[in-house]
């Protein structure tokens, strides 16, 4: 019988079922190994106290100070009315302020006799406050005694005391304890790292490393350890990409090489403005890839507005040309319904293939979306599996096992975060052979998080707008601070309308939400959300019975059935809508050139990238865009700090990189889908640049000389973890 490895060790046979069960549940974390890699959060030294005065509200928070005060209080109460009732309430002190805590009924015996004056402890529970003082009621304590022999000497030999990562079920002095009984596992840790890697940059052992995150006993120790297990995530994730890099390349594909003057020819005689060099440049880069025998991978990047539908669509042409077809799947209906129609009308004729009045070298682009009629549906479907459809535009409705091509050669990915890894590898066996793949984003990326998100991808980047583009004007409206400002900003929008053009007006959400009890507690704790973020229909109804009466005003959500968005987005189009009130299903996609002004309402409540999204649907055409960031948050806010820097620039990766500094690496990552985001721990995406790139770089020279790891029995473990986490992912995404 094998033993079983000790890092793979359950730990409800290492820890008992009960802590193990509260582990698993809110922590994630199942086996010795797992442990092992839950690192602190960061470290108190002894003798250090922490900062009473600088306590966050309402959150679990672990802190070190001495008891300055205790009192017991006899009260009557309905359970005690002869006065038997008792509170204790203690003082404890940092330095830097005082805290409350107090313990109630049966609970106040223990601590009663422990926590005397001058005695230092480690408190645990949630900030609250009471009489408008901050108090602790009934934390979870750990004394800390120097000199008790009883108290095992190990767990406070450090002078650092490490704080994890904790929940309210289970402090973090639970986890240290845990992490004390399972720390001599440690010595079996198996390293993923390649030995002269490992000696060339003068990283310390797997072992070692555990042992100093977890028990350090100076700021040097954290260190080294940090840059160690860095070094781990970075250099694991990236040998994972390099793999599937390596498995890709070997794949086969057809090559597709655009004929002379086929339909490509055809289509760019049409167009009437000339390609920018940017344009040409990635055009260039993709028809190369397209004229291999093996698959393109490309991640092409390019500002909203730079015209990647256009390289995207020279490059379905292309292989249309020479015999292929080429679907371009799209994360919404909206979206893949305004492809189609921007697609047919850059076409034209072209696009009627098959049709009296078809150009000579046409072909038929069809729509496949879930929502179509079931003949219209079945049309489509016949014209993909006999080869008619050159061109098919949809969204997942495409990956359904009964979607047949005839030879399927390219697949155009919008808006590649919406789509997991697993996703583009359904449609991609859809072809006779694998097709080549195009991945497009508008979100800017910063080369570091391609390396790590995109990994199994070549990227190409498109920054220069295309002539004619104008620029767009971008300022706070300070809604709370003063309310003149937003008065003025409807009037701005009247003033566009005067001149003929439209206006966007979005909102964080839509308004005929069901009230869910939970959704409804969680705002009541959260402090900063006074009030429910705007809503569509209030919104609309506010604007046209008041500050912009008169016009004609609609709305565009999610929830509307997809024959009403595309009526809305139609008359829109057309210019028969003066202002649309829309959540963010407007943020990619929509093209209406003539829309020069967008008020974002609550702007605080999106992220950098997606207001820099947002506001990209104006200035489009000829006339200078303005974007109006409306907020209620005080000046001195981390929230209105965000919305001054998207102001203040229009460069996307500029904008990508603050946004990043600013949320949590998970975050990115999570957005992203690639199953990198639970696996990264110690490792930050911006920070950690140089370090990403060298281990990308270690990577591709090691899976091209090794591509089976047979050298390296500690990198293969830990890769099937990685990925394991991975495909775990997917199927909770499901």
């Given at each position: 019988m094998?033993?079983?490895?000790?890092?793979?060790?359950?730990?409800?046979?290492?820890?008992?079922?009960?802590t193990?069960?509260v582990?698993?549940?809110h922590?994630g974390?199942?086996?010795?190994?797992?442990?092992?890699?839950?690192?602190?959060?960061?470290?108190?030294?002894?003798?250090?106290?922490?900062?009473?005065?600088?306590?966050?509200?309402?959150?679990?928070v672990?802190?070190?100070?001495?008891?300055?005060?205790?009192?017991?209080?006899?009260?009557?109460?309905?359970?005690?009315?002869?006065?038997?009732?008792?509170?204790?309430?203690?003082?404890?002190?940092?330095?830097?302020?005082?805290l409350?805590?107090?313990?109630?009924?049966?609970?106040?015996?223990?601590?009663?006799?422990?926590?005397?004056?001058?005695?230092?402890?480690?408190?645990?529970?949630k900030?609250s406050?009471f009489?408008?003082?901050?108090?602790l009621?009934?934390?979870a304590?750990?004394?800390?005694?120097?000199?008790?022999?009883?108290?095992?000497?190990?767990?406070?030999?450090g002078?650092?005391?490490?704080?994890?990562?904790?929940?309210a079920?289970?402090?973090?002095w639970?986890?240290?304890?845990?992490?004390?009984?399972?720390?001599?596992?440690?010595?079996e840790?198996?390293?993923?790292?390649?030995?002269?890697?490992?000696?060339?940059?003068?990283l310390?052992?797997?072992?070692?490393?555990?042992l100093?995150?977890?028990?350090p006993?100076?700021?040097?120790?954290?260190e080294?350890?940090?840059?160690?297990?860095?070094?781990?995530?970075?250099?694991?994730?990236?040998?994972?990409?390099?793999?599937?890099?390596?498995?890709?390349a070997?794949?086969?594909?057809v090559?597709?090489?655009?004929?002379?003057?086929g339909?490509?020819?055809?289509f760019?005689?049409?167009?009437?403005?000339?390609?920018?060099?940017?344009?040409q440049?990635?055009?260039?880069?993709?028809?190369?890839?397209?004229?291999?025998?093996h698959?393109?991978?490309?991640?092409?990047?390019?500002?909203?507005?730079?015209?990647?539908?256009l390289?995207?669509?020279?490059?379905?042409l292309?292989?249309?040309?020479?015999?292929?077809?080429?679907a371009?799947?799209?994360?919404t209906?909206?979206?893949?319904?305004?492809?189609?129609?921007?697609?047919t009308?850059?076409?034209?004729?072209?696009?009627?293939?098959?049709?009296l009045?078809?150009?000579?070298?046409?072909?038929?682009?069809?729509?496949?979306?879930?929502s179509?009629?079931?003949?219209?549906?079945?049309?489509?479907?016949?014209?993909?599996?006999?080869?008619?459809?050159?061109?098919v535009?949809?969204?997942?409705?495409?990956?359904?096992?009964k979607?047949?091509?005839h030879?399927?050669?390219?697949?155009v990915v919008?808006?590649?975060?919406?789509?997991?890894?697993?996703?583009?590898?359904?449609l991609?066996?859809?072809?006779?052979?694998?097709?080549?793949?195009?991945?497009?984003?508008?979100?800017?990326?910063?080369?570091?998080?391609?390396?790590?998100?995109?990994?199994?991808?070549?990227?190409?980047?498109?920054?220069?707008?295309?002539?004619?583009?104008?620029?767009?004007?971008?300022?706070?409206?300070?809604?709370a601070?003063?309310?003149?400002?937003?008065?003025?900003?409807?009037?701005?929008?009247?003033?566009?309308v005067?001149?003929?053009?439209?206006?966007y007006?979005?909102?964080?959400?839509?308004?005929?939400?069901?009230?869910?009890?939970?959704?409804?507690?969680?705002?009541?704790?959260?402090?900063?959300?006074?009030?429910?973020?705007?809503?569509?229909?209030?919104?609309?109804?506010?604007?046209?019975?008041?500050?912009?009466?008169?016009?004609?005003v609609e709305?565009?959500?999610g929830?509307?059935?997809?024959?009403?968005?595309?009526?809305?987005?139609?008359?829109?189009?057309?210019?028969?809508?003066?202002?649309?009130?829309?959540?963010?299903?407007?943020?990619?996609?929509?093209?209406?050139?003539?829309?020069?002004?967008?008020?974002?309402m609550?702007?605080?409540?999106?992220?950098?990238?997606?207001?820099?999204?947002?506001?990209?649907?104006?200035?489009?055409?000829?006339?200078?865009?303005?974007?109006?960031?409306v907020?209620?948050?005080?000046?001195?806010?981390?929230?209105?700090?965000r919305?001054?820097?998207?102001?203040?620039?229009?460069d996307?990766?500029?904008?990508?990189?603050?946004?990043?500094?600013?949320?949590?690496?998970?975050?990115?990552?999570?957005?992203?889908?690639?199953?990198?985001?639970?696996?990264?721990?110690?490792?930050?995406?911006i920070?950690?640049?140089?370090?990403?790139?060298?281990?990308?770089?270690?990577?591709?020279?090691?899976?091209a000389?090794?591509?089976?790891?047979?050298?390296?029995?500690?990198l293969?473990?830990?890769?099937?973890?990685l990925?394991?986490?991975e495909?775990?992912?997917?199927?909770?995404?499901?």
């Amino acid at each position: 019988m094998d033993l079983v490895p000790a890092l793979e060790e359950p730990l409800k046979k290492v820890l008992g079922p009960a802590t193990a069960k509260v582990m698993a549940e809110h922590l994630g974390l199942h086996t010795v190994g797992d442990l092992l890699h839950h690192y602190p959060r960061r470290y108190e030294e002894r003798g250090q106290l922490t900062h009473l005065a600088d306590l966050p509200m309402d959150e679990h928070v672990t802190v070190v100070a001495m008891v300055a005060d205790a009192r017991l209080h006899t009260f009557a109460s309905a359970k005690a009315p002869r006065g038997k009732g008792q509170r204790l309430e203690v003082t404890i002190t940092d330095g830097s302020g005082r805290l409350q805590l107090v313990f109630f009924g049966n609970g106040v015996h223990k601590p009663h006799k422990e926590l005397l004056p001058g005695t230092r402890a480690m408190f645990a529970g949630k900030v609250s406050v009471f009489n408008r003082r901050l108090q602790l009621a009934h934390p979870a304590y750990e004394l800390l005694r120097g000199d008790d022999p009883a108290e095992s000497v190990e767990t406070w030999a450090g002078t650092l005391i490490p704080l994890y990562p904790a929940t309210a079920k289970l402090e973090s002095w639970k986890i240290g304890k845990a992490i004390q009984t399972v720390l001599p596992s440690v010595q079996e840790a198996l390293d993923p790292l390649p030995p002269t890697l490992r000696e060339g940059r003068g990283l310390v052992s797997l072992p070692e490393a555990l042992l100093k995150i977890h028990r350090p006993h100076t700021k040097t120790d954290v260190e080294d350890a940090r840059a160690r297990l860095k070094w781990d995530e970075a250099f694991v994730l990236q040998v994972a990409l390099a793999r599937r890099r390596h498995t890709d390349a070997l794949l086969p594909a057809v090559a597709r090489r655009p004929s002379p003057d086929g339909l490509l020819t055809a289509f760019d005689d049409r167009l009437p403005f000339t390609l920018t060099d940017g344009q040409q440049k990635v055009s260039k880069e993709i028809f190369d890839d397209l004229a291999t025998e093996h698959p393109m991978h490309r991640l092409l990047q390019g500002e909203v507005g730079s015209g990647k539908t256009l390289v995207a669509l020279r490059a379905m042409l292309a292989v249309v040309d020479a015999g292929g077809q080429a679907a371009m799947l799209a994360p919404t209906e909206v979206l893949a319904q305004q492809h189609h129609r921007s697609i047919t009308e850059m076409m034209g004729e072209l696009a009627e293939g098959g049709m009296l009045g078809g150009a000579e070298h046409a072909t038929k682009v069809v729509l496949l979306t879930g929502s179509m009629g079931t003949a219209a549906r079945r049309q489509a479907m016949l014209d993909l599996v006999t080869g008619d459809a050159g061109l098919v535009i949809g969204t997942h409705a495409l990956i359904e096992d009964k979607v047949q091509f005839h030879d399927l050669g390219l697949v155009v990915v919008d808006e590649q975060h919406r789509f997991g890894v697993e996703q583009r590898d359904a449609l991609r066996g859809k072809g006779r052979q694998p097709p080549h793949l195009l991945v497009m984003t508008a979100t800017p990326i910063p080369r570091t998080v391609a390396m790590t998100v995109f990994g199994d991808l070549e990227t190409s980047v498109l920054d220069q707008l295309p002539a004619g583009r104008s620029p767009i004007a971008t300022h706070v409206v300070p809604a709370a601070d003063k309310p003149h400002f937003l008065a003025r900003a409807w009037e701005r929008v009247r003033e566009e309308v005067g001149n003929g053009h439209q206006a966007y007006v979005v909102c964080p959400r839509i308004g005929d939400e069901e009230d869910d009890p939970k959704k409804a507690k969680k705002s009541a704790e959260d402090e900063a959300e006074k009030r429910p973020p705007l809503a569509v229909l209030d919104v609309a109804d506010h604007l046209a019975k008041g500050p912009l009466h008169g016009l004609r005003v609609e709305v565009l959500h999610g929830r509307m059935h997809p024959d009403d968005k595309d009526a809305v987005m139609r008359r829109f189009a057309a210019g028969d809508t003066d202002v649309l009130v829309a959540t963010t299903v407007i943020e990619v996609g929509v093209n209406v050139p003539n829309a020069t002004a967008m008020v974002i309402m609550d702007a605080d409540r999106f992220g950098v990238s997606q207001l820099h999204q947002l506001r990209g649907r104006v200035g489009r055409g000829s006339a200078a865009g303005l974007c109006l960031l409306v907020t209620e948050m005080p000046e001195a806010s981390p929230a209105r700090q965000r919305l001054t820097a998207v102001a203040s620039t229009l460069d996307g990766f500029e904008l990508s990189r603050i946004d990043l500094e600013q949320r949590r690496e998970g975050d990115v990552l999570g957005q992203a889908q690639s199953g990198a985001r639970s696996s990264l721990r110690v490792l930050a995406v911006i920070e950690d640049e140089e370090i990403i790139a060298e281990a990308r770089e270690e990577a591709t020279a090691l899976v091209a000389k090794d591509p089976e790891l047979a050298e390296l029995p500690g990198l293969r473990t830990a890769l099937d973890a990685l990925l394991d986490e991975e495909r775990e992912q997917f199927l909770e995404k499901g």
